[in-house]
């Protein structure tokens, strides 16, 4: 079965400390791995896609790579502006639909 | 361009009660999918149109879901009659392609069922 697991649920930063998220998966057949920032009371907003292992993607302070079991979402310096939930979700062959994972729950403190 | 439109926003109802859910998704997206959203998890595919045929539905539950998407433009989900485990953000998402790098997703109908 499909599946994606993400790590921690929480995560409480100081401004300009750098962390990283992970989110592993299982799939019979990786199409695409996915990240999404999703703020209070909105939808999820697309950040990266990536699709096969080694490779990475980066948008400002944001870096994602992937692995064949794993991808990591890395954040530089941090900002209070920064803060929101992050979702990963994967596609494989069989599907034209996102598996979401539960997410990790960001905050950056100033 | 204007992003994908839902309504309404906030909706309370008792249960066994019946509601229902625009989406207007962005102009010439073809695909078009409903996801569900319960509190601290991450969103569930209800249901994938493309143009208005429907491509997945498995994880519907169609006793009491039903979704259209007549013209193959805008899309209405409706749930009769409604459970409290149905409380839940309603998202709606398009792509312009099935398999598109990214769906762009409207800000969701929060349902509260008491």
């Known amino acids: 079965e499909d599946q994606v697991t993400q790590s921690p649920e929480a995560l409480r930063l100081q401004e300009g400390e750098s962390s990283s998220l992970n989110c592993s998966y299982t799939?019979?057949?990786?199409?695409?791995l996915f990240w999404y920032r999703q703020d209070p009371g909105k939808g999820p907003e697309f950040l990266f896609t990536?699709?096969?292992a080694g490779e990475e993607k980066e948008k400002e302070r944001l870096k994602a790579t992937l692995t064949k079991k794993e991808s990591f979402l890395h954040i530089t310096a941090p900002k209070p502006e920064d803060s929101a939930t992050y979702l990963c979700?994967?596609?494989?062959?069989?599907?034209?639909?996102?598996?979401f994972g539960t997410g990790t729950r960001l905050q950056v403190f100033p | 361009e204007a992003g994908v439109a839902q309504s309404p926003r906030y909706k309370i109802i008792e249960k066994r009660q019946s509601v229902a859910f625009w989406c207007n998704p962005i102009?010439?997206?073809?695909?078009l999918y409903w996801y569900q959203q319960i509190l601290g998890q991450g969103p569930k595919l209800l249901i994938q149109?493309?143009?208005?045929?429907?491509?997945?539905d498995s994880q519907l539950p169609k006793d009491r879901f039903s979704a259209e998407r007549l013209k193959g433009v805008d899309s209405t989900l409706k749930i009769q009659p409604a459970k409290l485990e149905d409380s839940a953000v309603y998202l709606c998402?398009?792509?312009?392609?099935?398999?598109?790098?990214?769906?762009?997703f409207g800000s969701g109908t929060r349902l509260t069922v008491v």
């Open positions: 990536l699709y096969s």
């Open positions: 799939v019979s057949g990786l199409r695409g």
């Open positions: 998402a398009s792509s312009l392609e099935r398999q598109g790098n990214g769906y762009t």
């Open positions: 149109f493309q143009n208005n045929g429907v491509v997945d």
């Open positions: 979700a994967l596609r494989s062959y069989n599907t034209d639909k996102l598996i």
């Open positions: 102009s010439g997206h073809a695909t």
